[in-house]
């Protein structure tokens, strides 16, 4: 089963753990970087330990939840090898690994609800890179 890495920081914690729950349910290899309570903390701290996961090759796609979402995909975005898509709708999901083969997604757990975080999350994890040569082109330019 595909392994992936999530994480979050206070503000993603609750959305984070009915997240894993969701996964796990279903039988995704998690790696979970933390946090593990509602207590504060930094969130590029666990930005960099998911992206580093999924750029080390130790999982195929990474998770991370912060308040609103932002804080981390600016996290993840700086980080050389990391394409993190901030999503609250199911057609960016698609449209995210399609086109950007993204590999690391973000929610913000005090913007969207459990129910359609998951959804998100499936479309996220299930839908592959379309591969066409303009993608593929395009993705390429974004490394510089
Ligand atoms: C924490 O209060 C909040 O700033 C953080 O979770 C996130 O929303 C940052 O972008």
């Given at each position: 089963m595909m392994k992936v890495a999530?994480?979050?920081?206070?503000?993603g914690f609750e959305?984070?753990?009915?997240?894993?729950?969701?996964?796990a349910d279903q039988g995704?290899?998690?790696?979970?970087?933390g946090c593990n309570s509602l207590d504060s903390v930094d969130y590029p701290?666990?930005?960099?330990?998911?992206?580093?996961?999924?750029n080390n090759g130790d999982v195929?796609?990474?998770?991370?939840?912060?308040?609103?979402?932002?804080?981390?995909?600016?996290?993840?975005?700086?980080?050389?090898?990391?394409r993190a898509a901030l999503l609250s709708d199911c057609f960016s999901?698609?449209?995210?690994?399609?086109?950007?083969?993204?590999?690391?997604?973000?929610l913000g757990g005090r913007v969207i609800g459990p129910e359609l975080a998951f959804r998100i999350v499936d479309t996220f994890l299930?839908?592959?890179?379309?591969?066409?040569?303009?993608?593929?082109?395009r993705v390429n330019m974004l490394e510089g």
């Open positions: 999530i994480g979050c920081d206070h503000g959305l984070k753990e009915q997240v894993v729950k969701h996964l995704y290899e998690l790696t979970d970087v701290v666990y930005a960099k330990k998911v992206c580093d996961l999924v195929e796609l990474g998770i991370l939840i912060c308040g609103t979402g932002i804080g981390m995909s600016m996290a993840a975005n700086k980080i050389k090898g990391i999901a698609e449209k995210t690994r399609e086109h950007n083969n993204a590999n690391v997604m973000c299930t839908t592959p890179f379309s591969n066409a040569e303009r993608h593929q082109r």
